[in-house]
């Protein structure tokens, strides 16, 4: 049953910071201490919750936290609360005059589903529409400082359980490096991120890859392209994912049509909320291309997110999305995400995101707060 007129009535924005339990470096740099923005939205009794996943730096995306907090607290928030909806799928049209800040506005979507949930008496997963009841999972591994460290992190996940690898390369971490990792483990489900460190110069270097069988190679060209995209992937075996090139559906539309990828990485927060992320997991459905939930090294508010997008019937690969202790050593959560020892997370199922913010610890990693109401 639809839940009607929903009136907002407060809106807390807070910005956390937390240290990641290792650091984690991708072609773009290293990230340590997290600064996060959670969004609390009071409706009638209940509360939602969103987190955002700008970075600390302008280099994933333009968006950073600091980008996040201007737009939310100028442009957002004091025109959210108050609102009445019957939908958190309306939230989009709401700032559609809004350019771009596609991160900020996911967060404040989020906890409307959240809400919307609950008031539903439904977890998120179901009122998104998902339909696997568990979610099989990957790892993401940043680079190391020698490959034998490498090496020795992915034996580890793996002994855990999880379903795919995925390793980040640059320039001079790259062939050598897959290569090593080949000859010690010659089966495992292994895929390579680059995160945009290459152009089509690099086509021959690229090409190398072939051999290795990798499940894909996740954006190696430059952030906002398809086109060059599309030229490598005739050029290469190994199947492209795209990850920052993919802003919305009408993106991944085009990236379909022209052959740039194979695979879609859906991050809630890169392409503005759940509604667009359902709608490029509807797109790249039409074309028969799979998609998987990427991570953005989320806290727990997130990643319990992420683990509903994922039960969406196209999330046909592994993600991004694990367990929580190996990122924070206490997460903003309870209780924390837990991956099986075979490789999967549990969609919860009780009503809403199916995880307890953690109160006393979000409080004592608060430094800034603001209120609308
Ligand atoms: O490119 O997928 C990426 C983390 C931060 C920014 C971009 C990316 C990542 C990851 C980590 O790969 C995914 C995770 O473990 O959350
Ligand atoms: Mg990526």
């Keep these: 049953m639809a839940a009607s007129g929903m009136t907002i009535d407060q809106i807390v924005l807070r910005e956390i910071r937390l240290p990641l339990v290792d650091y984690f470096e991708t ?11 959670l969004v609390e939205i009071a409706c009638q009794g209940q509360t939602g919750w969103g987190e955002c996943v700008a970075g600390e730096g302008p280099f994933y995306s333009s968006e950073t936290a600091d980008t996040a907090w201007s737009i939310l607290t100028r442009f957002i928030l004091p025109t959210t609360v108050k609102r009445s909806f019957d939908h958190p799928s309306e939230f989009p049209s709401w700032f559609e005059r809004i350019r771009g800040h596609r991160m900020a506005k996911a967060c404040v979507e989020a906890a409307l589903w ?8 439904l977890p998120v997963w179901r009122l998104l529409g998902g339909t696997r009841e568990k979610i099989p999972c990957g790892v993401s591994i940043g680079i190391q400082e020698d490959p034998q460290t490498l ?6 996940e793996l002994e855990a359980g999880y379903r795919k690898v995925k390793m980040k390369i640059k320039p001079g971490w790259d062939v050598q490096i897959v290569a090593l990792v080949r000859e010690q483990l010659p089966d495992i489900p292994l895929m390579v ?7 089509l110069e690099d086509t ?5 890859l072939d051999q290795f069988k990798l499940l894909m190679i996740e954006q190696p060209l430059i952030y906002d392209d398809l086109a060059d995209h599309a030229r490598l992937q005739a050029q290469i075996e190994t199947p492209i994912c795209l ?16 052959s740039a990828c194979q695979i879609i990485n859906v991050k809630m927060g890169r392409v503005g909320g759940h509604t667009e992320a ?3 997991h509807d797109v790249a459905q039409q074309y028969g291309v799979p998609v998987w939930c990427g991570g953005m090294l989320e806290t727990g508010i997130g990643r319990a997110h992420n683990i509903a997008l994922s039960t969406l019937e196209n999330f046909t ?16 959560i309870r209780p924390e995400v837990v991956v099986t020892s075979d490789g999967y997370i549990q969609a919860p199922q009780s009503s809403g995101l199916g995880y307890e913010a953690d109160r006393d610890w979000i409080e004592q990693l608060t430094i800034r707060t603001e209120r609308f109401q």
């Design 27 to 37: 072609s773009f740099g290293r990230t340590q201490d997290r600064h996060v923005l």
């Design 114 to 121: 959240d809400l919307q949930a609950q008031r539903m008496n």
């Design 151 to 156: 090496l020795k992190k992915i034996k580890r």
């Design 193 to 199: 991120d680059a995160n945009s460190a290459y152009t």
């Design 204 to 208: 021959e270097r690229l090409r190398e």
């Design 243 to 258: 990850d920052e090139s993919i802003r919305h559906s009408r993106d991944a539309d085009h990236a379909c049509q022209l």
């Design 278 to 280: 359902k709608r490029v």
């Design 317 to 332: 690969l592994p993600g991004d999305v694990s367990a929580s202790r190996r990122y924070y050593e206490r997460d903003t």
